[in-house]
């Protein structure tokens, strides 16, 4: 059990280290960050966002029948309640958690975590702050983009010639709590990938072969977490109310 607690209260100290992000060093590392979480992923769900936008079309216009209006309702309504923050964290985690699992347990096991310390640079400044920033920036962006590239390619796969009558009427599920929920479950998936990646790789001890193993152990359980809070996010309403 502490081999388990320990690193998860290493990341907790690392969030009470944000005067460190007035240091250049920090700031740099958070850009590499950014880049690396967020704006190298943007092919990877333009592409998952174009598929999403045309499977959901095809099923539910050309399949089963529903009319365009319809189709274009319910997909903007399930992609701000549901979709677009999931899939965004499945990408992320497939993408960015097993790599930075795998970077944070080969800096521990080469040693190189208790290097820095001898420098007088702070890990948790300078390793584990930006990558969780980072994760939990992203992961609100990204989810945006997927929504907007999904719903995009909606309109214009659905319509022949979009008229402002069908747009207004794809547009009625959208409210400013509809949004805040799809931004707010996003960021919380973001940084619970972002804290189980981190004290996955912080973790790691021994030889090499501690490096696949907390990758590993840092995909699964990011998965797992993240389902178990998108659940939770769910039953809350409905417990809230009963009680």
């Not at 009470?16 to 590499?32: E, K």
Request: proline share 5%; glycine share 8%.
């Amino acid at each position: 059990m502490p081999n388990v607690i320990s690193p998860i209260l290493l990341v907790f100290r690392a969030l009470g280290q944000w005067p460190a992000l007035r240091r250049v060093p920090v700031q740099q590392a958070l850009a590499q960050q950014l880049q690396g979480c967020g704006v190298q992923a943007l092919p990877g769900l333009l592409c998952a966002g174009v598929a999403l936008g045309l499977v959901a079309v095809q099923q539910m216009h050309g399949t089963y029948g529903a009319n365009v209006e319809f189709t274009l309702r319910t997909l903007l309504q399930l992609l701000l309640s549901e979709l677009a923050p999931l899939l965004t964290a499945v990408f992320l985690i497939a993408r960015s958690s097993s790599a930075m699992a795998a970077e944070l347990a080969a800096i521990r096991v080469q040693g190189e975590w208790r290097l820095l310390g001898t420098m007088g640079i702070d890990p948790l400044a300078y390793l584990l702050l930006p990558r969780l920033l980072a994760l939990t920036l992203a992961s609100g962006v990204l989810a945006l983009y997927l929504l907007l590239t999904a719903q995009l390619t909606a309109v214009l796969y659905a319509l022949d010639s979009p008229d402002p009558a069908t747009l207004y009427s794809m547009l009625e599920p959208l409210s400013a709590g509809l949004i805040a929920q799809c931004l707010g479950k996003s960021l919380l998936f973001g940084a619970l990938i972002g804290l189980i990646s981190c004290a996955s790789g912080v973790a790691a001890h021994g030889d090499w072969t501690a490096i696949p193993h907390a990758s590993a152990r840092a995909v699964v359980r990011a998965l797992l977490a993240v389902f178990a809070a998108d659940a939770l996010w769910a039953l809350l309403p409905g417990l809230w109310s009963g009680g």
